[in-house]
């Protein structure tokens, strides 16, 4: 089974700080599936990027948690469609090719006039994936209701009875992915399986090339070197390496 049970892919925006302190949007979202979860005798293990060491190729960081986590969520809203981070990460999940471990959390319509055609074409994929929604569309008035948990009290009860289906999905899902691992059959320890070691890129070349690379290499069955973050310090580096 992977690492965690749940990434979280959302815009920072979406999640920013209260000037009364209270939970954020995207806190309260993670909070009430652990709790929603809890009462039904599952804790989970949910990863997003609260913060990322930059020194330490944060593409590769977020690609290894992606990949390490069992279910993909996705918080769509206009700040994450304008996000390339955020593209970045929904894009990386889908070439995972596992669309049953992807779900979608509308918070707030996007308007495809705002929106690049490779934008576009790339949330499109998302139409098909289980959806929460957390506004409501009147096209006669032009106008939306969001619900705003961080700052109407009143919005909680809907905001949580919306994000029940959601937690459901995500228990059932899990259950499917561990009864499959539990009857598969123990992966075979490879002797002498071949390490290769992937330099990290300068910053005039794209991080995203070598991470198709290392991916490649994996599926290869390969060892790709670096596995954890490489130490600034020369003489620790020397060590490491």
């Not at 593209?87 to 992807?102: A, G, I, T």
């Not at 009290?153 to 899990?174: A, G, M, Q, S």
């Amino acid at each position: 089974m992977p690492e965690n049970d749940i990434f979280i892919s959302y815009a920072h925006n979406d999640n920013s700080t209260h000037p009364d302190d209270h939970r954020n949007w995207i806190s309260l979202l993670e909070d009430y599936i652990r709790i929603r979860a809890r009462g039904r005798g599952h804790e989970l293990k949910i990863y997003r990027d609260v913060q990322l060491n930059p020194f330490t190729g944060v593409n590769q960081q977020l690609a290894d948690r992606i990949v390490q986590s069992a279910i993909f969520i996705c918080v769509v809203s206009p700040n994450y469609a304008k996000s390339d981070w955020c593209l970045w990460e929904l894009e990386q999940s889908f070439k995972l090719n596992r669309p049953d471990s992807m779900l979608r959390i509308g918070k707030y319509p996007l308007d495809d006039s705002e929106l690049q055609s490779t934008q576009k074409e790339l949330l499109k994929k998302t139409d098909h994936l289980l959806e929460a929604r957390f506004y409501t569309r009147d096209e006669s008035k032009k106008s939306v209701d969001d619900l705003q948990p961080e700052l109407f009290p009143e919005h909680l009860t809907e905001f949580y009875k919306r994000l029940n289906p959601i937690v459901d999905k995500i228990i059932e899902r899990l259950k499917e992915l561990r009864a499959h691992h539990e009857s598969a059959p123990p992966a075979e320890v490879k002797e002498n399986q071949i390490a290769v070691y992937l330099a990290e890129t300068s910053k005039d070349l794209a991080d995203n090339e070598r991470e198709q690379i290392r991916s490649e290499l994996a599926q290869s069955g390969c060892r790709v070197l670096p596995d954890q973050p490489l130490p600034r310090d020369a003489s620790q580096l020397r060590i490491a390496i």
